[in-house]
DNA sequence: CCTTAGATATAGCCAAGGCTACATTTTTGT
DNA sequence: ACAAAAATGTAGCCTTGGCTATATCTAAGG
């Protein structure tokens, strides 16, 4: 418990900080998703997939298309830009690193995929790096 | 992938609703911090650990006092009820558990410490467990 | 003892992310 | 083609968690 006041408001901030992201990082690797399989993301399919009523998903589709994350016209479907695109698939990349480490520590398959969602926002890369490999020699 | 919308939906309620509580969980366990380093917390540390304002310090200790999670009297210092202390304790567990757990797995300490911080309070119990079953054996 | 510095309280602002209720537009089915 | 159903848009409300600015109270120092 040596830490001083400052790294520990440092922790505070960086998790305060992902809290923030982590919703638009949802966003996009949902909309993603439903790209692939429908060919396109319906507002009222990401509003029943997050579980919330669709004037929240079209409020978070208005800030994604703000952030340059998506885009939409009225009436119809919304769809990743680049930068959404590249949110998205390092989202899932991280998702599906985090899912297998938890099961490679043996955590229950349920579990481990309703934890995931929560834990992946909050890895950072050089965490990352590590999972990797630590599934890359229990591979070997 | 084929998991329906509905669990998808639960995963993500779950991630929010642990979001909501995370908060309250920091609160609790830097307040039990402070009271045991200096036999009280004052809100002005709170704040400076947090690295928060502190009137959003105060709204904060306003919050925990309205879930029966601490107490405080005007112009004095806040400390923990018997339910507060209990979430502080868990919070502490879940913790380094989550810290020793990264540490197993080999991601470098700094980045274990950034990291837990985020990561624990999306760990249920039964990962948790597991986590637990995981160091275990590794010691043994 | 009384001033001043430090801590706490309070008011009021903002954005985000929920919601319901209602209006409008598209799609669908007869 | 048109009525009904479904999807989208919009308005307005709430809570949370940030902030600044200002007031008040407590604690320290001279």
Request: glycine share 8%; charged share 30%.
């Amino acid at each position: 418990m040596s830490d001083g006041v400052d790294n520990q408001a440092d922790r505070f901030s960086k998790a305060r900080s992902e809290r923030a992201s982590a919703l638009l990082e949802d966003y996009t690797e949902l909309i993603a998703d439903l790209t692939e399989e429908h060919g396109e993301a319906r507002l009222v399919d990401i509003a029943r997939a997050m579980g919330i009523a669709h004037p929240t998903a079209a409020k978070a589709v208005s800030r994604l298309k703000r952030e340059g994350l998506a885009t939409s016209r009225p009436y119809r479907g919304v769809f990743l830009t680049e930068a959404g695109e590249a949110m998205a698939e390092k989202a899932r990349i991280r998702h599906a690193l985090v899912f297998d480490l938890l099961l490679a520590v043996g955590v229950p398959k349920e579990a481990a995929e309703l934890d995931a969602e929560g834990i992946e926002h909050h890895v950072s890369d050089e965490t990352l790096a590590a999972f990797e490999a630590f599934l890359k020699k229990g591979r070997g």
